[in-house]
């Protein structure tokens, strides 16, 4: 039986799932609500895979495989939708795996995101960071908060990706959208010429290195809105993250640069939430002037302490707050609050109480 790749990017689609994996020895697999489900087709073969792969690339990106035995690339299959892939090798044999990109991009309201992203969205200079593990939704965040700029102001947008993800429409903003190693050499790069290129907001697809860290300080510093990724679990230690990556001589000027620029970090995880779907739970740390004195003074462990502290009016929130709403509304299990809570000891002690 021949299997065609449009027929499993459709089949991707009408089970709203979010990844397809293409393995030798393995049936085509999606991932529905955060769990990989096999398709009733067979097991395929080296070849087969990798006749399936190619069929999608270039002459340029097939060299690049083949030397690199790695490689991002993002596609648009019409009337289907918008993909991301990575192909990678097994064993010596080719595989890869494909996340579905919305062609819509969502609003805010949308995702149910907290009503303080649209007032984060208004600063005019500063870093937004958004973190979280692989899959729990940082792009299709930072698209809506991008979407939400572009609804209601006249900006110059600039993305640096690798890949370019979402795709935006000009509305009131602009949009530059660069790809690494289509319109650029790396982050680091983008970014040092990005301040030359008249942007108002930079998006920043991913933190990766100590160069585009400071580079992204740098321009939050002078004047713009950038927004970052990073693979954190929680708000605070995003912070430790970032001033980690820098020698110790250089740590206590990052520590000032952090605390002048940081806005906000918001660590994301995405739940499957009882009777199907998942749902987006957000720990957000808004940097009030207690919160940059921490920071200034290398006492980053005390930040958790001082987000539990009024939380309606500062609108911070942790992830032990969101995950005992949740499960008071009953959206989410208790099994499944223990397994994403940051803080799970926490947590049992307000379980024990319901």
């Known amino acids: 039986m021949q299997i065609e790749l449009t027929s499993l990017f459709k089949t991707v689609v009408a089970h ?11 049936e085509p697999q999606i991932r529905i609500d955060g769990r990989l489900v096999p398709l009733n087709l067979p097991k395929l073969e080296p070849k087969e895979v990798q006749e399936l792969l190619y069929s999608l690339l270039t002459e340029k990106q097939k060299k690049i495989y083949e030397e690199e035995f790695e490689l991002d690339f993002s596609f648009t299959v019409p009337n289907v ?13 080719p595989a890869g795996a494909f996340r579905i990109i919305p062609m819509e991009i969502p609003t805010l309201d949308d995702l149910g995101a907290p009503q303080v992203f649209k007032k984060l969205v208004k600063r ?60 650029t050499k790396s982050y680091a790069n983008a970014l040092k010429y990005a301040l030359r290129e ?9 933190m990766r290195d100590r160069e585009t860290i400071h580079a992204a300080l740098t ?3 002078t004047g713009h809105l950038v927004f970052g990724t990073l693979h954190t679990n929680s708000a605070p230690s995003t912070i430790n ?14 520590r000032a640069q952090l605390a ?56 911070m929130q942790t992830q032990t707050k969101v995950l005992q709403k ?14 994403y809570a940051n803080r799970p000891e926490e947590l049992l002690n307000y379980i024990k109480h319901l």
């Open 219 to 221: 321009a939050a510093e």
């Open 16 to 26: 709203k799932a979010s990844d397809l994996h293409l393995v030798a020895g393995s």
């Open 81 to 93: 939708g918008r993909f991301r892939a990575n192909y990678y090798r097994t064993l010596g044999a």
């Open 326 to 339: 949740l499960l008071m509304q009953h959206v989410i299990d208790k099994e499944t609050a223990l397994q």
């Open 241 to 254: 993250r970032i001033i980690d990556v820098f020698p110790g001589d250089m740590q206590p000027q990052i």
């Open 260 to 315: 002048g620029s940081l806005v906000a970090a918001i660590a994301q995880s995405l739940l499957p939430k009882i009777g199907g779907g998942r749902i987006a739970v957000h720990e957000i740390l808004i940097n009030t002037p207690a919160i940059a004195n921490l920071i200034r003074e290398n006492k980053v462990h005390q930040i958790y302490s001082q987000m539990q502290l009024n939380q309606q009016e500062t609108e």
């Open 124 to 183: 005019e200079k500063g870093l937004i960071l958004i973190t979280g593990p692989t899959g729990s939704g940082k792009s299709t965040t930072l698209a809506a908060m991008l979407n939400e700029i572009n609804e209601t102001e006249r900006k110059h947008i600039i993305t640096i990706e690798d890949p370019v993800e979402f795709l935006h429409k000009n509305k009131l903003s602009l949009f530059s959208h660069r790809e690494l190693g289509l319109d």
């Open 198 to 206: 008249d942007p108002d907001v930079i998006l920043i697809g991913e």
